[in-house]
């Protein structure tokens, strides 16, 4: 086995330091995590911390966006893995049951928030993050919408699918803080108001191209 170069060693040494700070951030919380914990469970020294990542807050930005890019990966397979609407929105389902509301990753997110009430600069990696996570859900509800034989390019549609994907997010934030009080809330609500979303939307559809119709047929 050929040996790694030195950039290839430094990228693996931040990739295991990366995993064992989200293993332990999910694991204890920010609070309680330090800098030394994380570099210890990778095997490496606090210098080593040091040399990838300036300071524990950066450390958890980077943590939180690798689980945005790993929970987006999910949420687009979900998405795209079924051949009908219902399908997808069962399987849909089924992610957001395993996934929203963990306890680890919410309360992350709540501590990271706290946190960066004072530094404009982890304010925008909230911002980032949520804008990220608005992308998904936009991009899926255009394709949904494609898939039914309309065009989700069109201005006003795309507005619509837009403000669509605001309230799906915003619901789903809202509703994994209270999952992660009590698991027992069901997430199915998520799926059947995307549902009604997408009808909404092809409605709407319908309606303007039926006004288009009729107001070519009067001239």
């Known amino acids: 086995m050929p040996r790694l170069t030195r950039s290839e060693r ?26 030394e914990d994380i570099a210890e469970d990778a095997g490496y020294s606090k210098g ?19 689980i945005h890019r790993e929970k987006t990966a999910e949420v687009e397979a979900v998405l795209h893995g079924g051949e009908t609407l219902d399908g997808r929105l069962s399987a849909l389902t089924k992610w957001l049951d395993t ?13 990271f928030v706290v946190l960066s009430r004072h ?12 804008a990220d996570a608005h ?8 394709d949904a919408v494609a898939d039914l034989g309309f065009d989700s390019d069109e201005a006003s549609i795309s ?25 027992s809330l069901a997430t199915r609500k998520i799926a059947d108001m995307t549902h009604d979303l997408i009808e909404f939307v092809t409605a ?15 001239s």
């Open 10 to 35: 430094q990228a693996q040494t931040r990739a295991e330091l990366l995993q064992a700070a989200k293993a332990r951030f999910l694991a204890t919380g920010y609070a309680a995590t330090t800098l």
């Open 48 to 66: 080593a911390v040091y040399s990838n990542f300036p300071d524990k807050p950066t450390l958890c930005g980077e943590v939180l966006d690798l």
């Open 99 to 111: 996934s929203l509301g963990d306890i680890g990753w919410t309360m992350l997110e709540f501590e």
């Open 119 to 130: 530094d404009p600069r982890l304010a925008q990696k909230i911002v980032e993050l949520r």
């Open 135 to 142: 992308r998904t859900i936009a991009v899926a509800l255009r």
């Open 159 to 183: 507005k619509l699918l837009e403000d669509a994907a605001d309230l799906v997010l915003s619901t789903g934030i809202g509703l994994s803080v209270q999952r992660a009080v009590d698991p």
């Open 204 to 218: 709407q559809i319908e309606a303007e191209s039926e006004n288009t119709r009729e107001a070519e047929a009067r």
